[in-house]
């Protein structure tokens, strides 16, 4: 998957009352030590992590500094300290309980982050203390020291970003597994890419630039069409105006020969209609189930109503495939391994670079889920474990304020228009 969908609806269980002096819960994927270790005669650490709470809106996800011991390891795992995380939109989905791969809450959320080596178990032989890491956990990410297996890290080139590290993996590996594992992407083909302006969307269009004569159909709003046009689409459609169905057959009659839907419900149907003989649509989400900051059963059911069915002697008939994808449910190490280091060789080569579209302090990792659910991101919405410095929070706070100034002053402006054209 790409880790951005949803495939079952999971219940809302009811949330506990606690009392005001209550700490609270502590998450699931947190480091695990023992008393009696010998770590315990270390000096504690201090932790910050990003824990869901409960299902449903943006405060659901609180951001708790914990005392700890340092972990012990075993013998295959490695400890990180991450210096910055990927915001997936699996994560929006599992802040709503839609995402069936994270644990109940109290969970630290994350699947992507990266960051330095602090130590090492005592049979991994490829890694190292102070090596910079790309690391993949199913939950747990969204901390400032994580323990992971050592077969999901991945060593950083010297010139990669950790911001650029943070965003590769689920994004590339979502797009590149699906493009060319799947659809077997080949010169001269055309691709359809939904969401072209997010991380999978500008992830897969890179990734068509590096096959020949590839044509990307990209949709998006219409500000973000000069930014997607320069990284590689080919035609911009705007979604919100146009019936990108007719638009795509002004320029390509036959249609196209993949698409790939993270949407889900009535997209799937106009998708599979716009495949050529031979084409193939994999899906790989519901985006379309999540319209707003908590769970929507109206839209859910909307979705699963209007999802696309069809029996194989329809397949037969209009000699076209649909594929299913899910990077979460993918446990083949040897793969994860084999596309990881094909993706970080591509970006040594200059093929394919991560755009950054923001990063956000944990302590605003609201902010940061409201600019992806709301579709303003052009890239990688990025998180930072490190707490934000005086100095940039009081950037933020007078940046708060001229931009209240500059909207009073244009309500201002519109009033003294109103009132000169009743004059």
């Known amino acids: 998957m790409s880790e951005e969908e949803a495939q079952t609806q999971q219940q809302q269980p009811p949330e506990q009352e606690?009392?005001?002096?209550?700490?609270?819960?502590?998450?699931?994927?947190?480091?695990?030590?023992?008393?009696?270790?010998?770590?315990?005669?270390e000096p504690p650490l201090s932790c910050r992590a990003l824990v869901l709470t409960g299902y449903g809106g943006y405060d659901k996800v609180k951001l708790q500094v914990k005392t700890q011991i340092k972990p012990q390891l075993k013998p295959d795992e490695v400890l990180v300290r991450v210096k910055a995380c990927g915001l997936n939109f699996a994560e929006l989905l599992g802040r709503q309980g839609l995402y069936e791969l994270l644990p109940a809450p109290p969970v630290t959320m994350g699947m992507e982050g990266s960051g330095v080596i602090e130590a090492v178990g005592e049979d991994v032989k490829d890694r190292k203390v102070g090596d910079r890491v790309i690391a993949l956990k199913r939950s747990g990410m969204w901390q400032?020291?994580?323990?992971?297996?050592?077969?999901?890290?991945?060593?950083?080139?010297?010139?990669?970003?950790?911001?650029?590290?943070?965003?590769?993996?689920?994004?590339?590996?979502?797009?590149?597994?699906?493009?060319?594992?799947?659809?077997?992407?080949?010169?001269?083909?055309?691709?359809?890419?939904?969401?072209?302006?997010?991380?999978?969307?500008?992830?897969?269009?890179?990734?068509?630039?590096?096959?020949?004569?590839?044509?990307?159909?990209?949709?998006?709003?219409?500000?973000?069409?000069?930014?997607?046009?320069?990284?590689?689409?080919?035609?911009?459609?705007?979604?919100?105006?146009?019936?990108?169905?007719?638009?795509?057959?002004?320029?390509?009659?036959?249609?196209?020969?993949?698409?790939?839907?993270?949407?889900?419900?009535?997209?799937?149907?106009?998708?599979?209609?716009?495949?050529?003989?031979?084409?193939?649509?994999?899906?790989?989400?519901?985006?379309?189930?999540?319209?707003?900051?908590?769970?929507?059963?109206?839209?859910?059911?909307k979705t699963w109503y209007n999802q696309f069915s069809l029996n194989t002697m329809k397949l037969i008939q209009t000699n076209k495939a649909i594929s299913g994808f899910h990077l979460g449910y993918i446990t083949d190490e040897e793969l994860f391994t084999r596309m990881m280091l094909k993706l970080l060789e591509l970006y040594r080569q200059g093929k394919i670079k991560p755009r950054i579209d923001s990063c956000y302090h944990f302590e605003e990792v609201a902010d940061a889920m409201k600019r992806m659910h709301e579709r303003q991101n052009v890239g990688k919405v990025i998180l930072l474990p490190e707490p934000k410095k005086e100095e940039e929070k009081q950037k933020s706070n007078t940046d708060a304020e001229e931009n209240d100034a500059v909207v009073n002053e244009k309500k201002e402006e519109a009033t003294e228009e109103v009132k000169a054209e009743k004059d």
């Open 18 to 41: 606690k009392k005001p002096d209550e700490p609270p819960p502590a998450a699931a994927d947190a480091p695990q030590e023992s008393v009696n270790s010998p770590a315990a005669e």
């Open 144 to 301: 400032d020291l994580v323990v992971v297996s050592a077969a999901r890290t991945f060593s950083m080139p010297e010139e990669m970003t950790f911001e650029e590290g943070a965003a590769l993996s689920i994004n590339y590996l979502t797009a590149y597994m699906m493009l060319f594992e799947m659809a077997n992407l080949r010169p001269g083909k055309s691709v359809l890419v939904h969401m072209a302006a997010g991380g999978v969307g500008i992830a897969a269009t890179q990734l068509c630039q590096t096959v020949q004569d590839v044509t990307v159909f990209g949709t998006a709003s219409a500000s973000k069409h000069e930014t997607i046009s320069q990284g590689g689409v080919t035609h911009p459609i705007d979604y919100r105006t146009k019936d990108y169905v007719e638009e795509i057959r002004k320029i390509s009659p036959k249609g196209v020969d993949i698409v790939l839907d993270p949407l889900g419900g009535s997209d799937t149907q106009k998708g599979f209609s716009l495949l050529k003989p031979l084409g193939m649509l994999i899906a790989f989400g519901m985006a379309n189930c999540v319209t707003g900051q908590k769970k929507n059963l109206l839209a859910i059911a």
